[in-house]
């Protein structure tokens, strides 16, 4: 059974940093496409950040691009999210998953493993 565990999350003020981490448990995480998700109250779980399976590739959802890096290290079977510029619409709960498949996706349907999410609350 593969366990992901998100930590980091807070509150932040508007232009502050948050550095979010997912551990992973398992002998496998180095071949899973790992992705970072967002839900706010009231919304659908949205695409952030995403990162291949070698970290040499990764894709931002436009609304982070910029702000946010997403990065892993393989031997610790974590993966990273740091958050800059931190703004109030950044406000979620901060899911990772994990793909099987190969390739990049941006799809939450295309990830078989998700954590139980931590929250990030920025004040305006």
């Known amino acids: 059974q593969v366990q992901l565990v998100e930590s980091g999350g807070g509150l932040v003020q508007t232009g502050g940093s948050l550095r979010l981490a997912c551990a992973v448990s398992g002998r496998t995480f180095s071949s899973y496409v790992m992705g970072w998700f967002r839900q706010a109250p009231g919304k659908e779980r949205e695409f952030a950040a995403a990162?291949?399976?070698?970290?040499?590739?990764?894709y931002y959802a436009n609304s982070v691009k910029g702000r946010f890096t997403i990065s892993r290290d393989n031997a610790k079977n974590t993966v990273y999210l740091q958050m800059s510029s931190l703004k109030p619409e950044d406000t979620a709960v901060y899911y990772c998953?994990?793909?099987?498949?190969?390739?990049?996706?941006?799809?939450?349907?295309?990830?078989?493993?998700w954590g139980q999410g931590t929250q990030v609350t920025v004040s305006s």
């Open positions: 998953a994990a793909r099987t498949g190969l390739g990049i996706r941006t799809i939450k349907q295309n990830y078989d493993y």
């Open positions: 990162i291949n399976t070698n970290g040499e590739s990764t």
